[in-house]
T-cell receptor
Framework: TQLLEQSPQFLSIQEGENLTVYCNSS?????LQWYRQEPGEGPVLLVT?????EVKKLKRLTFQFGDARKDSSLHITAAQPGDTGLYLC????????FGAGTRLTVKP | ETGVTQTPRHLVMGMTNKKSLKCEQH?????MYWYKQSAKKPLELMFV???????ENNSVPSRFSPECPNSSHLFLHLHTLQPEDSALYLC?????????????FGEGSWLTVV
């Protein structure tokens, strides 16, 4: 079983703060994906990281894939209320296995 | 709009009912999936279809029965469900099965079993 542990489970912050959420596993993945899911909608892909140590930036979001391709982090700078949602990581080998997610609330 | 459409969006059913969830993808993809999303639990992969053939069934109870009549449509037939089956059921598709393929999710069908 390729379990992915996401932490923290819940995070509530004020607008303008920075935050980091984590995705950890004991399994190696060929790639790892991050999704954001807003209430009433399905998950939407944010980024795919493939190479160990890779860092990708998407505006205020920075994604990092661990050197051993077992873990990843998502850092958000100057969070905004529009960043509110459930952030899911998914490890990819032949199929995708998801973590339980981090539910982020950004208060104005 | 992700190109994956699910109906109904909300469904309430009794434990003795038979109902079906429908999924349609307009992306020309070859692989389709059913996932179950329950509160505080990871998304659970239920079924995978590749080129209309079921390639994975992750120990899902037989009260859930998938059907893939063609590469654009996927159904989940529901029969004699239990209250613990209440969850968000997500359909998804990708160009092909396997790593390197982006998965596109529908908006989900909220199922409540009473």
């Amino acid at each position: 079983t390729q379990l992915l542990e996401q932490s923290p489970q819940f995070l509530s912050i004020q607008e303008g703060e920075n935050l980091t959420v984590y995705c950890n596993s004991s399994s190696v993945f060929s790639s790892l994906q991050w999704y954001r899911q807003e209430p009433g909608e399905g998950p939407v892909l944010l980024v795919t990281v493939v190479t160990g140590g890779e860092v990708k930036k998407l505006k205020r979001l920075t994604f990092q894939f661990g050197d051993a391709r077992k873990d990843s982090s998502l850092h958000i700078t100057a969070a905004q209320p529009g960043d509110t949602g459930l952030y899911l990581c998914a490890g990819v080998n032949n199929d995708m296995r998801f973590g339980a997610g981090t539910r982020l609330t950004v208060k104005p | 709009e992700t190109g994956v459409t699910q109906t109904p969006r909300h469904l309430v059913m009794g434990m003795t009912n038979k109902k079906s969830l429908k999924c349609e993808q307009h992306l020309g993809h070859n692989a389709m999936y059913w996932y179950k999303q329950s509160a505080k639990k990871p998304l659970e992969l239920m079924f995978v279809y590749s080129l209309e053939e079921r390639v994975e069934n992750n120990s899902v109870p037989s009260r859930f029965s998938p059907e893939c009549p063609n590469s654009s449509h996927l159904f989940l037939h529901l029969h004699t469900l239990q209250p613990e089956d209440s969850a968000l059921y997500l359909c998804a598709s990708s160009q092909d099965r396997g790593s390197g393929n982006t998965i596109y999710f529908g908006e989900g069908s909220w199922l409540t079993v009473v």
